[in-house]
Nanobody, 120 residues
C-alpha cells in the first residue's frame, strides 16, 4: 500500500511558478514509477508527466514540455513538480500517482489532488 499526499498548490499569476510536492508513505516508494496528472473543470484527466522508479526516465505531455520538470527523492519518499511559465490553461486539480510498471496508472495509487489556479 502507498498513500500519497500532494501539497504546494495555490493561486499564481500567469508567468509565475509553483512547486508541487507529493509525499508517499511506505517503504516501497522507490519501486514505483511516479506521475502527475491534472483535471480541469469539465475536462478529462490529463497526463502531465512521469518519472521512472530510478529517476532515469522522464516523460512529459506536449502541453507542458519545456515548462514543467518532474523529479524525485527516494530517500525522502517524495516526488516534485516544478511548474514554470504558468498559463491560465494550466488551471486544474493536480494529482500525484504511483504505479508499478506492469500494472499501469489506472490500477495504481492516487492522491487526493491539489488545486492550481493561474490567473491571467
Amino acid at each position: 500500500q502507498v498513500q500519497l499526499v500532494e501539497s504546494g498548490g495555490g493561486l499564481v499569476q500567469a508567468g509565475g511558478s509553483l512547486r508541487l510536492s507529493c509525499a508517499a508513505s511506505g517503504r516501497t516508494f522507490g519501486r514505483y514509477d511516479m506521475g502527475w496528472f491534472r483535471q480541469a473543470p469539465g475536462k478529462e484527466r490529463e497526463f502531465v508527466t512521469s518519472i521512472s522508479w530510478s529517476g532515469a526516465r522522464t516523460y512529459y505531455g506536449d502541453s507542458v514540455k519545456g515548462r514543467f520538470t518532474i523529479s524525485r527523492d527516494n530517500a525522502k519518499n517524495t516526488v516534485y513538480l516544478q511548474m514554470n511559465s504558468l498559463k491560465p490553461e494550466d488551471t486544474a486539480v493536480y494529482y500525484c500517482a504511483a504505479a508499478d510498471s506492469t500494472t499501469g496508472w489506472a490500477k495504481g495509487y492516487w492522491g487526493q489532488g491539489t488545486q492550481v489556479t493561474v490567473s491571467s
